[in-house]
């Protein structure tokens, strides 16, 4: 018998009861710690993915006060600036209010490559050819049936109309695929020709492309400059900036997540330290009897160790194994509600769960370990439980 195989027995077989409880007890704790960091990731996700050389630029009011389309080429002027697309947030529902998801009226060419955009199914001279055509990321494709050649009946609030569009394409984004993913882009010289004269020729944002990266700060100050003192001035930073202006928003919320993902791994410890704690108490004279027949202190710990790092490891496990199952249920249940969230299984995550999980067990196990390791021969034969 092996200190290893002795290990698996004392921390599965000895007493079968506790030890499913505490690989229960883990199993719940890694897949609400995979849970909930996998959350945090998906709401960075939009922001992480932000190219480095793109910058964009809005009402310096407010995100919901309008530009005047005359500004785009005066920014395509600056140096350094490569290109210039533009957009505005469309608001429509399909159907019903809870089939929500995200559509933004765009200028086609550049749009397309502004944002890299490339055809999954479709075509782009299908879309750029007939502007009451739209293109939908695969997200929607999944989440309602869509094909290329289908029509999207949408009713919006904020531009009352008979709006309907034919899908041209499905599309992907290799730069920026978790907002592309359950967006439709459609013409914004569709949306423009309705529109009341105080909003018509005018953009939500300006999104430009530049040369280099570097440049970015160069570049964000001399657009602002353009427009300074002007009855429209302009707030312009980077993609990743401007994203992350929403994701502040919620703050709160996920510095909480942030510090709950933390206590998870304390209870973690406590279940496993408990759990090996009451083990080597209830073998107080076992541990005697090992040490008699020539077992040195430093095996004893490795035997401690050993239980809690296989405990974690099985119950780690378990929670990982059973996290994608999770993340789908939940994602589909959030697709349902309207909100398509990007919750997927990081291998990042999974290993760092996993890892903690055999840690956590065996630094749980150090106080129990290191309190048998000093017990003398005698007392640990003469106590009896």
């Known amino acids: 018998m092996t200190l290893a195989g002795l290990a698996l027995r004392n921390a599965f077989l000895r007493n079968k009861t506790r030890a499913l409880l505490t690989v229960l007890g883990t199993v719940v704790a890694a897949l609400a710690f995979v849970f909930l960091r996998s959350v945090l990731t998906a709401w960075y996700a939009s922001s992480e993915a932000s190219a480095a050389d793109r910058v964009v630029t809005r009402n310096a009011v407010s995100i919901i006060q309008p530009l005047p389309l005359s500004y785009r080429d005066r920014i395509a002027g ?97 730069d920026d695929e978790a907002s592309v993913r359950n967006t439709m882009f459609f013409h914004w010289a569709r949306l423009n020709e309705g529109r009341r004269p105080g909003l018509k020729d005018t953009v939500g944002i300006f999104t430009s492309k530049i040369a280099k990266a570097a440049d970015s700060p160069r570049v964000v100050r001399e657009i602002d400059a353009l427009f300074a003192n002007s009855d429209n001035e302009t707030h312009t930073e980077t993609e990743k900036a401007f994203r992350l202006n ?47 027949i020539g077992f040195l202190p430093k095996h004893v710990r490795r035997l401690a160790v050993a239980e809690g790092a296989m405990l974690g490891l099985i119950g780690g496990g378990l929670g990982v194994l059973l996290s994608p199952g999770a993340l789908s249920f939940f994602r589909k249940g959030m697709a349902q509600s309207g909100f398509g969230f990007p919750l997927f299984l990081n291998t990042g995550i999974a290993t760092a769960a996993l890892v903690s999980a055999i840690l956590i067990g065996a630094l749980a196990s150090a106080a129990p370990a290191w309190r048998a390791g000093q017990m003398s021969v005698v007392d640990a034969l003469r106590r009896q439980e």
Do not use: H
């Open 78 to 174: 600056v140096p350094g600036v490569t290109q210039v697309s533009f957009s505005n947030w469309f608001g429509g529902i399909y159907k019903d209010r809870k089939n929500f998801f995200a559509q933004f009226a765009v200028d086609a060419q550049s749009a397309l490559d502004v944002f890299a955009m490339r055809f999954f199914q479709g075509s782009k001279e299908e879309f750029l050819g007939d502007r009451n055509s739209c293109i939908i990321g695969r997200g929607l494709v999944e989440r309602f049936g869509f094909k290329v050649g289908d029509t999207i009946p949408l009713f919006s609030e904020i531009y009352p109309g008979d709006w309907r569009f034919k899908v041209a394409g499905i599309i992907e984004s290799p």
């Open 246 to 292: 929403f994701v502040t928003g919620s703050g709160a919320i996920l510095s909480a997540l942030e510090v709950v993902s933390g206590v998870i791994l304390v209870i973690m410890a406590l279940v496993l330290g408990n759990t090996l704690a009451m083990g080597l108490r209830e073998r107080t004279s076992e541990l005697g009897a090992m040490r008699a």
